[in-house]
């Protein structure tokens, strides 16, 4: 496939642009000095440029408490840019595949959430991952993933180690609970997807969930440090409290992947060793 990769330097973007290259596939790794998807003239120009079968739209606001002060700023990356793709890889017969997350939902439910739940977000990022989602429009793959890790950029992994060669206690809620999932392999299954031109929304997490406290802990096992040393607190003990909301449950069900018969990413634990094994190795 010739692929397209906006965000090529975030997180994400850095992992599907080496898995797609690891697989073969011609890839270009656009980050943002290079296309900016906030403009339409850029977008339409690059993708009429480079037709690529498919686009990977990695490029996101992601700075949740960020997008509180930031509305316009938030809905210019997370959902007038995605209508822009959409209708560039209209125009030039691409396939788009859009990322988007767990806050959509307002984490009021006792369940995981599955693609078919109603989302109800509370912060402006995830209204405006939403809005995001809607303009992907039909036809494209949309990837809904959460708390994501993985080798590059900032992430709670890299967090919780930096913190671990710090002195003291380290404090983290144990009331809000997720799917830690790892960003390389989030790019397997976003290949996959592609590879298929598959539309529709598919939940892609790691198995497995766990409250930002037992997730430390986890990490500090990983390293080979003692996860006593991580003291739970409550989403209302954060001092200062945060912008933004956070959902208390946004654990997710990939239950379109398990439906169609879909492999799906593997035990977060095990994702996490190897990171931390990729980290001090
Ligand atoms: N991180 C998580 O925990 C998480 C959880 C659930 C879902 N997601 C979703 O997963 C996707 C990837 O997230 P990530 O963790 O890889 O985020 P990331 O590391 O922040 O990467 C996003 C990239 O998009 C770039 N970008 C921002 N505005 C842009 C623009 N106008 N044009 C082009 N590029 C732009 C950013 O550049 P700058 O750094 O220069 O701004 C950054 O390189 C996003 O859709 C996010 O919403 C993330």
Not at 116 to 138: C, N
Request: charged content about 25%.
């Amino acid at each position: 496939m010739r692929v397209l990769v906006t965000g090529a330097a975030g997180q994400l973007g850095r992992e599907v642009v080496d898995r797609l290259t690891a697989l073969g596939h011609e890839v270009t790794a656009a980050p943002r000095d290079t296309l900016d998807v906030g403009r339409r003239d850029h977008v339409l120009g690059a993708v009429g440029a480079i037709r690529p079968d498919v686009v990977v739209n990695g490029a996101a606001f992601t700075d949740v408490d960020g997008c509180e002060s930031d509305a316009d700023g938030a809905y210019r990356t997370n959902a007038l840019a995605v209508r822009h793709l959409a209708e560039a890889s209209r125009r030039f017969d691409a396939h788009l595949c859009h990322v988007s997350t767990d806050y959509v939902f307002s984490g009021d439910q006792a369940e995981p959430y599955h693609e078919w739940d109603r989302p109800d977000p509370r912060s402006v990022y995830g209204a405006s991952k939403l809005a995001g989602e809607q303009e992907a429009g039909e036809a494209a793959t949309v990837v809904r993933t959460s708390w994501l890790c993985g080798r590059h950029g900032p992430n709670m992994v890299r967090t919780v180690l930096r913190l671990a060669g710090e002195a003291g206690p380290l404090r983290f809620v144990d009331d809000q609970r997720g799917s830690p999932s790892f960003a390389a392999d989030v790019a397997v299954v976003i290949e996959k997807l592609c590879a298929d031109r598959r539309p529709g929304l598919y939940h892609v997490t790691n198995q497995g969930a766990a409250t930002r406290n037992e997730f430390a802990r986890e990490i500090l096992r990983a390293a080979g440090g003692d996860p006593d040393r991580v003291q739970p607190i409550t989403t209302a003990d954060l001092d200062p409290p945060r912008p933004a909301v956070r959902p208390f449950n946004s654990v997710l069900e990939n239950r379109a992947l398990a439906l169609a018969g879909l492999e799906q990413p593997g035990d977060y634990r095990e994702a996490l060793r190897r990171l931390v094994a990729d980290f001090s190795g």
